[in-house]
């Protein structure tokens, strides 16, 4: 049973990272959408007259077609980059294979339409079904679903397949050849029962998107509130990519299409002219300008208050460590380095965090701020807010964020004080935290007796971090089975968590470590995780 629960959280907590490729693609193409279609846009045309000329007109249009791309095939990219997350190797052909079981299952969904002579035109069918132009097949459009289960089905073939062996006369199709051939047949079956199953499917997420709408501004609320609470443990991208892209997050007609998620929603209104419709404005609530109020202010004054809190001695030495996390949160919309800071010696204080950041988007929803995007950061708030003028009412965030600011710097400083919470430069021991080589202990370099060779040479990643001595502090290669990494942190399931000294990680510059059971570590680094991965991998090729 353990061992169950252990795999069941290595591959949630690998799906929830695989989504992030497409996403960091779709935040870039919503900046080039954004940017085009504001600074091509006639209420901005109309206030800098020089942005007429045909050449600014060319070019914000060439902005605003390259920015679609992630949009106009998005759940195939899904498709294709879910394989390859969660392949271990031969990473290529996973998501070669995510495409042909992506198409064969939609041409299959076609072939059987027609065989049923459904009329594939007719509105009635189109709203029973859901069809629509998928990568050029008129089909189903299962949306992210469909293409997550395409994506989990192909990485569970490959995995079982990559070096499948065939008899003589079938060698040609053997090994990783065979996988993309049983990817089309296997998802060409999904695609044949998708219609039988998907009108009962399509009108239950409708009825869950309604339940939502119900709720009315109470629903940003508790998404805001939900995606917080899920981040610890890494879920939290399964929620947003439900609201972001399929009914729960709502739906209804935007230029003249039928679309359905809000982000979806929000890009679809940007590429077309006139007032967002009601159903666009209340869909964008689940969106960045809900953020806004806890990322540009609620935590720098968090870490405000932390650096005030500290002693006078050891501010120097969390003065960069806090600045990076503001940075990283204001203009990255990445929190965990902050987060992650009170999370583990507070958890009451990170749940009020998270009814806060609820209340951020409950108020941008009740004032009507129309923002939109992914990040909540300040780029975010200049390219959908103060480019695309007023209407957003973009001037409410910084008057909403410096409320929050305010809100965030007296409670952590009262809770600090009141409760003598250890938040960085208030240990006892005294000793920095910034992850220097200077405060690796000498044990992580020279081994007992004084024999060097012992253990591996020390490696410094980004002038930073030590990651001999990580790896040595996650109890060494022989403990780990898999290793993996997110934005900001390492992800890996071990022979015994037990072997994980938390406390020697953190005097190594990590912002936390987070044991979700006996066999599953997550280890929060920050920006340079990926650098820090590929050198402990290095130093222990079997992972």
């Avoid at 009507?368 to 995007?373: C, P, R």
Wanted: glycine letters at 10%; proline letters at 5%.
């Amino acid at each position: 049973m353990k061992k169950t629960k252990a795999a069941l959280w290595e591959f949630l907590q690998g799906l929830g990272k695989t989504f992030m490729l497409p996403v960091a693609l779709l935040a870039f193409c919503g900046i080039m959408l954004g940017v085009g279609a504001s600074l091509s846009s006639q209420a901005v045309t109309d206030n800098l007259t020089f942005l007429q000329g045909e050449g600014f007109h060319l070019v914000f249009t060439w902005m605003s077609n390259t920015g679609q791309v992630a949009f106009r095939f998005l759940p195939v990219l899904f498709a294709m980059a879910i394989p390859l997350g969660l392949a271990r190797e031969d990473k290529g052909v996973a998501a070669f294979s995510g495409f042909v079981g992506y198409a064969a299952m939609n041409l299959a969904v076609n072939f059987y339409l027609t065989a049923r002579d459904v009329d594939l035109e007719s509105e009635k069918e189109i709203a029973r079904y859901g069809i629509a132009d998928v990568i050029g097949i008129p089909s189903i459009d299962t949306g992210l679903l469909g293409a997550v289960a395409v994506g989990v089905v192909v990485s569970l073939l490959h995995k079982r397949f990559r070096a499948q062996r065939m008899p003589d006369a079938f060698a040609f199709f053997g090994g990783l050849r065979f996988v993309p051939i049983v990817s089309a047949l296997a998802l060409s079956i999904v695609g044949l029962l998708i219609p039988l199953v998907w009108p009962t499917f399509n009108s239950g997420i409708s009825a869950v998107g309604r339940a939502i709408g119900h709720t009315g501004v109470f629903g940003p609320f508790f998404f805001g509130m939900g995606e917080v609470l899920l981040r610890p443990v890494g879920l939290h991208h399964i929620l947003v990519a439900m609201f972001r892209f399929t009914d729960v997050g709502g739906s209804g007609m935007v230029c003249g299409d039928q679309t359905s998620g809000a982000l979806n929603m929000f890009y679809a209104h940007l590429n077309c002219s006139g007032a967002p419709s009601e159903a666009v404005r209340d869909a964008t609530g689940f969106l960045a300008q809900g953020k806004m109020a806890v990322y540009l202010g609620g935590l720098p004054g968090a870490a405000l208050a932390m650096y005030h809190c500290a002693k006078r001695a050891m501010r120097p030495e969390i003065k960069a460590l806090l600045v990076s996390g503001v940075v990283a949160c204001a203009v990255g919309g990445v929190t965990e380095p902050l987060e992650f800071l009170f999370l583990f010696i507070a958890p009451w204080l990170y749940l009020i965090h998270a009814v806060l950041v609820g209340l951020g988007f409950l108020v941008a929803a009740l004032l009507g701020v129309f923002i939109g995007n992914t990040d909540g950061n300040v780029i975010d708030f200049l390219v959908f807010g103060v480019l695309q003028g007023t209407t957003t009412k973009w001037y409410l965030v910084p008057v909403i964020a410096a409320i929050w600011f305010a809100a965030y710097y007296f409670l952590f400083r009262w809770a600090i004080v009141r409760f003598d919470l250890k938040t960085p430069g208030r240990e006892d021991d005294q000793e920095p935290r910034t992850g220097s080589a200077d405060s690796a202990p000498d044990e992580a370099s020279e081994a007992p007796g004084g024999d060097t060779a012992a253990r591996p040479a020390p490696v410094l990643v980004a002038g930073k971090y030590d990651a001999a001595a990580i790896l040595d502090a996650l109890g060494g290669p022989e403990n780990i089975t898999s290793l993996d990494n997110c934005i900001t942190r390492l992800r890996m399931t071990v022979e015994d968590a037990e072997r994980v000294d938390a406390d020697r990680l953190k005097k190594l510059g990590a912002v936390g470590v987070v044991k979700l059971d006996a066999h599953n570590v997550q280890v929060v680094i920050g920006p340079q995780v990926q650098s820090v991965k590929d050198a402990i991998a290095e130093m222990s090729p079997a992972h």
